[in-house]
Structures are given as C-alpha cells and as structure tokens.
C-alpha cells in the first residue's frame, strides 16, 4: 500500500481543499399554495407538483423517492396499521369485560341488598327534609 514519504502542510491541504464548496439547494414557491419547496419535487404542504394534485397518503412521502422492491416485499409481510389496532381494541375489550365480570362476582348479594336499604334510607332523609 502506497504510503506518503512526508506530511501534507496546512496550505497545501487547504489549496487541494479549496474547491470542497457546499451549494445552496434550489428552491422556488409553490404555485398553489406560495410555499418555499426544492426544485422537482412535490409541495410537502399542499401535495401539488407543477399545478396537479399528487396523491399521497403522508405529506412527507412526497419528497421521497421510490424505494427498492425489496423493501416493498418486506412491508407486504408485515401487519397493516388498521389491522393492529383493531386486534388492540378486541384485546381492550377483553379485558374490560373480564374486569366487570371480577367485579361482578367479588360484589355478593348482600352488598347490593345494603345499597338497596341506603338508598331508602337517603330518600326518606330527602322527604323529612322537604317538609
């Protein structure tokens, strides 16, 4: 492997170095909507490029390109979104029915008998009162 007999000096490192220059990306407005958006691509805040409407599930998908077949087979595979959150709200409900199924059970008849007998009690405290 090649390896250099002296040190580079700092001019000449800046020399080679000089042209290392970072350019400002091109931007225009949107015809539509008057937002700042790079040039070619699709408005991330309207979804319009050059004066049509693109339709795109997610505003910021409209600034990525087409990803590899690769990747679109392995999200082919995975879970939908909607099908998780439907399998999330069956296990939620579930679970609250086995909870008030618990409660259900663990309250004995007597408990509901004294809740009968306060609430008589209550409103015959509520007509001595308004008399």
Excluded: F, I
Aim: net charge neutral; glycine share 4%.
């Amino acid at each position: 492997m090649a390896v250099p007999k002296k040190r580079t000096g700092h001019s000449a490192q800046g020399h080679r170095r000089s042209n290392w220059k970072a350019t400002k990306p091109e931007t225009t407005k949107c015809p539509n909507c008057g937002e700042t958006v790079l040039t070619h691509t699709v408005c991330t805040s309207c979804g319009y490029y050059k004066g049509e409407p693109v339709r795109l599930k997610d505003k910021e998908a409209a600034a990525v390109t087409e990803k590899p077949a690769k990747k679109a087979a392995k999200k082919a595979e995975a879970p939908k979104a909607e099908e998780v959150k439907a399998e999330v709200k069956t296990e939620e409900t579930k679970v609250e029915e086995t909870k008030t199924e618990e409660v259900k059970a663990e309250t004995p008849a007597e408990t509901t008998e004294e809740v009968k007998e306060e609430a008589a009690a209550e409103e015959k405290t509520s007509e001595e009162k308004a008399e």
